[in-house]
């Protein structure tokens, strides 16, 4: 299988650097699409077949936790698995996202190998 | 044990700096260029404790820092094009590394805006700011950086 994957974050910085990160990861690619917001994702998902999402929650028009809410409640993305790449450190936060369904998260600052880890971690989980 | 609030900004900044972008932040040991153009990045962050943390910084460091983050040369066009982004995302982290630090508890929830930036292009500009209480400057391969905690 070679995976479609959406980068959901407001910094094209942020995003180049999770894009070269995923050529990192031994993980077959297809397409990498980007967007600067959770709307913007939304739209992607309404046109293109995604496999994995990696999202940041502070976005301006829509915010990661609504777009997370969308994607867990549509019938038709409700199965792609998320993961949350963001400076958020509460732990009620985070627990309310994993009981959302998302089924991954990296805190910021990353490095390229948590994020490569984290990714291989949901992946495989998705695989099996 | 750190202290200050300000202690933990010069810390957490420091940290991000050297994690994603192999820049490493000193206190300054001799004068440092005063920039005469470059941007100020900020950010307010509300709960257990309130307040706002500021960066500033002349383009050549923020450059550097997109240039780092971006696996890219310096000149390259993609790091000046993209070094608001960077040292937006440099503040953004930034908080993200204080935040629990400033916390009681894991569970402490902290609600933060988006970072926000706006260009300066006078010396002036800079040399005001630095003279504040609360301006910490530091060494960045040689180019200044100032932090600034403020509590609300």
Same mark, same amino acid.
């Not at chain 1, 993305?77 to 985070?94: C, L, N």
């Given at each position: 299988?070679?995976?479609?994957?959406? +980068?959901?974050?407001?910094?094209?910085?942020?995003?180049? $650097?999770?894009?070269?990160?995923?050529?990192?990861?031994?993980?077959? +690619?297809?397409?990498?699409?980007?967007?600067?917001?959770?709307?913007?994702?939304?739209?992607? !998902?309404?046109?293109?077949?995604?496999?994995?999402?990696?999202?940041?929650? *502070?976005?301006? $028009?829509?915010?990661?936790?609504?777009?997370?809410?969308?994607?867990?409640?549509?019938?038709? /993305?409700?199965?792609?698995? +998320?993961?949350?790449?963001?400076?958020?450190?509460?732990?009620?936060?985070?627990?309310?996202?994993?009981?959302?369904?998302? #089924?991954?998260?990296?805190? #910021?600052?990353?490095?390229?190998?948590?994020?490569?880890?984290? +990714? !291989?971690?949901? /992946?495989?989980? &998705?695989?099996? | 044990?750190?202290?200050?609030?300000?202690?933990?900004?010069?810390?957490?900044?420091?940290? &991000?700096?050297?994690?994603?972008?192999?820049?490493?932040?000193?206190?300054?040991?001799?004068?440092?260029?005063?920039?005469?153009?470059?941007?100020? &990045?900020?950010?307010?962050?509300?709960?257990?404790?309130?307040?706002?943390?500021? !960066?500033?910084?002349?383009?050549?460091?923020?450059?550097?820092?997109?240039?780092?983050?971006?696996? &890219? @040369?310096?000149?390259?066009?993609?790091?000046?094009? #993209?070094?608001?982004?960077?040292?937006?995302?440099?503040?953004?982290?930034?908080?993200? $590394?204080?935040?629990?630090?400033?916390? *009681?508890?894991?569970?402490?929830?902290?609600?933060?805006?988006?970072?926000?930036?706006?260009?300066?292009?006078?010396?002036? /500009?800079?040399? *005001?700011?630095?003279?504040?209480?609360?301006?910490?400057?530091?060494?960045? @391969?040689?180019?200044?950086?100032?932090?600034?905690?403020?509590?609300?």
């Amino acid at each position: 299988m070679s995976w479609n994957i959406l +980068i959901v974050d407001d910094s094209a910085v942020t995003r180049s $650097v999770l894009k070269k990160t995923l050529g990192m990861t031994d993980i077959p +690619i297809d397409e990498i699409y980007q967007a600067a917001n959770g709307a913007k994702a939304l739209e992607v !998902l309404d046109e293109k077949s995604i496999d994995l999402i990696l999202a940041d929650l *502070n976005m301006p $028009v829509m915010n990661g936790l609504e777009m997370t809410e969308r994607i867990v409640t549509n019938e038709q /993305t409700k199965d792609i698995p +998320i993961i949350v790449i963001s400076t958020e450190a509460s732990t009620t936060r985070i627990g309310d996202l994993l009981n959302k369904g998302i #089924k991954g998260y990296i805190h #910021k600052p990353f490095t390229p190998e948590n994020v490569r880890d984290e +990714i !291989l971690k949901v /992946t495989e989980s &998705v695989r099996t | 044990m750190l202290e200050t609030y300000e202690e933990y900004l010069i810390e957490s900044v420091s940290s &991000v700096l050297e994690t994603t972008a192999f820049i490493f932040a000193l206190p300054p040991e001799e004068e440092l260029p005063i920039p005469d153009e470059g941007v100020t &990045v900020s950010i307010h962050f509300t709960g257990p404790v309130s307040g706002q943390i500021q !960066l500033s910084a002349g383009h050549e460091l923020i450059q550097l820092l997109a240039s780092n983050l971006l696996c &890219v @040369d310096p000149i390259d066009p993609q790091a000046q094009e #993209k070094s608001i982004d960077a040292f937006k995302e440099l503040v953004n982290a930034t908080c993200g $590394v204080l935040l629990p630090r400033l916390a *009681n508890d894991p569970s402490d929830v902290f609600d933060v805006t988006i970072p926000d930036a706006h260009e300066f292009n006078s010396t002036e /500009t800079w040399e *005001n700011a630095v003279a504040t209480s609360d301006a910490s400057v530091l060494d960045c @391969d040689g180019l200044p950086l100032l932090a600034k905690f403020k509590l609300m």
